[in-house]
Nanobody
């Protein structure tokens, strides 16, 4: 069983930056693909970014490519999302998710473990 805890959300001006962190309890953390999703009020949960166990393979939604960077520190059981050049449309609750299988990481249904979410609000 895996517990995930996100942190680092907050209020930021458009064009600013935030770094989200997700701490995992799994002792086999390096075997999990990790992903970030986000959900705005009235909208479906959408894929943001993902990384496989070693951190050497990453994937990004087109809407964040070039602005966001996902990384992981397996020694610390932590995955990060560095968010730069933030836009008001990035406003959402951001969720960390873990997938042992490592397939179809863009699909929320493929992830069995989720954090509680952290709010990111970008003002204009």
């Amino acid at each position: 069983q895996v517990q995930l805890v996100e942190s680092g959300g907050g209020l930021v001006q458009a064009g600013g930056s935030l770094r989200l962190s997700c701490a995992a309890s799994a002792r086999t953390f390096s075997r999990y693909s990790m992903a970030w999703f986000r959900q705005a009020p009235g909208k479906e949960r959408e894929f943001v970014a993902a990384t496989r166990g070693s951190g050497g393979s990453t994937d990004y939604a087109d809407s964040v490519k070039g602005r966001f960077t996902i990384s992981r520190d397996n020694a610390k059981n932590t995955v990060y999302l560095q968010m730069n050049s933030l836009k008001p449309e990035d406003t959402a609750v951001y969720y960390c998710a873990a997938d042992r299988q490592g397939l179809f990481v863009r699909n929320a249904g493929a992830h069995d473990y989720w954090g509680q979410g952290t709010q990111v609000t970008v003002s204009s």
